[in-house]
């Protein structure tokens, strides 16, 4: 099977015309799914236990009685409990940050929008806070009818309003200016960030300390009830975009040519910020700011498969996974038994990344 | 056919374009020309479907603002006057994003091949892996009539003849591919498609229209063969520029028309 498809490449790469580069795509995003069930070994091996994943799956696998039954038990529910839901939680977030990032990209024609940079989280925390805060007091009705969905939907609609109002802002018949887009942005981020300045102003303590942790990024405290509450939010989001891919390739080309070729663009846009919304304020929801994951993967990704969104769109998702994946075993292992909040990890490493890519645009984006 | 009838664009609540009636029917090259500002751009942006108009178009005899752009797409393509990309995009990508629509009409299995043969016809060959932000702007101009090429490779289908609109197609190309490019609408009207070209060469356009519109202001100030508009009155009215047509310059000054090429 793996044989098979492997030669099957091989003859796409031999037979690839010039200026094609769908069969090296193709190549690498085989390569990220191998990357990504590699990171996901590694971090179900690693942590601030001793659990030994290894021997976990071998009595899982082999059916064999444990030599140690009270050890076991606990290595199995470090592995089922802990740091299972915590991988594909972190999966999960780390898709939907990608692709959302690769899919605003491709909307705003602008290889610097990020739902980090330009206030599309900014939104979704405000309204994540919201719940944190008035959930048990004014929006009880609210929280008790909702259930656990309450907060990723109350971080989707923060994102939803404030994708909108950025695009109204930034976007003149069809083009995106770098230059509006960066300070709408700011100017959104800096208006969501006061509201939930006032919001925190309010909270008492022990909201404060959950917040504060929050914000800071964290898949800590990722369960299996998260995992449903959010998991088929963004799972829908992240299988809709697939079918934007085409309609974000042809917008490249610009607004009217995307519709001279028979793009409905309007649907298009529609469409996107909903998604992007949805995965973003979903993401939001159950693990704060985990910035830079938007705008570092599919711009390394371009460099290797080039801006086709049908390949594009898949890749970020494999990549943002491993690389989420990546970051919390860092975030778990580096100052243990403690653990360092993720969204500095992404921050650290992603942060001097987007001002390289600045630098090395310098002159070719119009700022 | 295109019939357009009485059609009006308002931009922000000034009237660009008034009371325009144009006919382009399949196996012409309609030229569309004027002074800058004339609203040559924005007349052709409505006929695109591109800008809210007043008044009637039928594209094929169906009401153009009743049709969705996946239907339009199939019957007409459009050039732009320049096109920038916001991503790295191979020369060969480019030309693809024209099969997006899948309405060729190319045989079945052919479209593979397509962006290679239409960067022949506008002589790009070889230039498929090139990244098309590396290209001048008269290459990156050529690389954009290929894509439009593709979308309407076949110039009839299904028995409806096929248009290229073309917004200034060789305004920023040397003088042997301004011919390449005008020779290939040429041929996709002979083939019973229809070219409705916006053009700023007064030659080019008496050597390539077979009907010419010319707007001034707004409104169509003349429209019939070049032998009938192309007058010194009108180029007087029309450009506020006194030319004489068909006088040439005196003694030892060189002139070049593209009507001296030898095929």
Request: glycine content about 10%.
């Amino acid at each position: 099977m793996v044989d098979q498809s492997i030669a099957g490449l091989v003859k796409a790469m031999a037979n690839a015309s010039e200026g094609d580069r769908s069969g090296r795509a193709r190549i690498v995003i085989l390569l990220l799914c191998f990357g990504l069930a590699a990171a996901m070994l590694l971090s179900l091996m690693s942590g601030a236990s001793d659990a030994s994943a290894v021997s976990v799956l071998k009595d899982w696998l082999l059916g064999a009685a444990p030599s140690d039954a009270a050890l076991s038990a606990r290595d199995s529910l470090i592995i089922y409990d802990i740091r299972l839901p915590r991988i594909i939680l972190g999966m999960l977030v780390g898709a939907a940050l990608a692709v959302s990032g690769a899919v605003m990209q491709g909307l705003f024609r602008n290889p610097l929008a990020d739902p980090g940079l330009i206030g599309v989280s900014a939104g979704s925390s405000l309204g994540a806070v919201i719940i944190f805060v008035l959930g048990a007091t004014v929006l009880a009705p609210v929280t008790t009818l909702l259930g656990t969905l309450a907060l990723p939907l109350a971080a989707f609609f923060g994102g939803l309003a404030s994708t909108l109002v950025l695009y109204q802002v930034a976007t003149r018949r069809g083009q995106t200016s770098v230059a509006t887009m960066l300070l709408a942005g700011i100017a959104l981020a800096a208006l969501a960030m006061a509201l939930t300045g006032i919001l925190i102003f309010m909270a008492d303590d022990r909201q404060l300390r959950d917040l504060t942790f929050w914000s800071l990024g964290s898949l800590g405290g990722a369960t299996w009830a998260k995992i449903g509450s959010v998991g088929p939010i963004i799972i829908t989001a992240l299988a809709a975009m697939p079918f934007l891919a085409r309609g974000l390739n042809a917008l490249a080309l610009g607004e009217a040519t995307a519709g001279h070729l028979g793009i409905p663009v309007q649907r298009l846009k529609y469409t996107a910020i909903i998604g992007v919304s949805a995965a973003v304020g979903a993401a939001v929801a159950v693990s704060g700011g985990i910035g830079f994951v938007g705008i570092v993967v599919p711009h390394l990704l371009r460099l290797l498969i080039g801006p086709d969104n049908r390949y594009l769109l898949p890749a970020s998702a494999l990549l943002g996974a491993s690389l989420l994946l990546l970051a919390d075993a860092v975030a778990r292992t580096i100052v243990a038994p403690a653990e360092l909040p993720i969204g500095i990890v992404t921050a650290i490493a992603g942060a001097p990344f987007f001002l390289w890519i600045l630098l090395r645009k310098r002159g070719v984006v119009d700022l | 056919m295109i019939e357009v009838r009485d059609v009006s664009i308002d931009i922000a609540g000034k009237r660009i374009v008034g009371g325009i009636d144009f006919d382009a029917r399949p196996g012409e090259v309609a030229a569309i020309v004027g002074p800058n500002g004339s609203g040559k751009t924005t007349f052709l942006k409505a006929l695109s479907g591109e800008l809210a108009y007043a008044g009637r178009v039928a594209l094929n005899g169906r009401d153009l603002s009743s049709m969705k752009p996946a239907e339009s797409a199939v019957h007409r393509a459009v050039l732009p006057q320049a096109t920038t990309l916001s991503f790295p995009f191979t020369v060969r990508e480019v030309v693809k994003l024209g099969l997006v629509g899948g309405r060729s009409g190319a045989l079945p299995g052919e479209d593979a091949r397509l962006p290679e043969r239409a960067l022949a016809r506008v002589d790009l060959d070889g230039f498929a892996g090139r990244f098309y932000q590396e290209l001048s702007g008269g290459e990156q101009q050529r690389v954009q009539l290929a894509r439009v090429l593709c979308q309407v490779w076949a110039p009839v289908l299904n028995g409806k003849p096929r248009y290229l609109f073309l917004d200034e197609p060789v305004s920023s190309l040397d003088i042997k591919h301004q011919l390449i490019i005008m020779n290939i609408a040429r041929d996709f009207t002979r083939r019973g498609g229809g070219v409705v070209a916006i053009l700023h060469d007064l030659n080019l356009t008496a050597m390539y229209a077979d009907r010419i519109f010319v707007m001034h202001r707004g409104r169509l100030a003349a429209t019939g063969s070049p032998q009938d508009v192309l007058s010194d009155d009108l180029i007087e009215k029309v450009f506020d520029c006194r030319l004489r047509v068909g006088v040439l310059p005196a003694g030892n000054v060189p002139f070049v028309l593209p009507q001296s090429s030898v095929s």
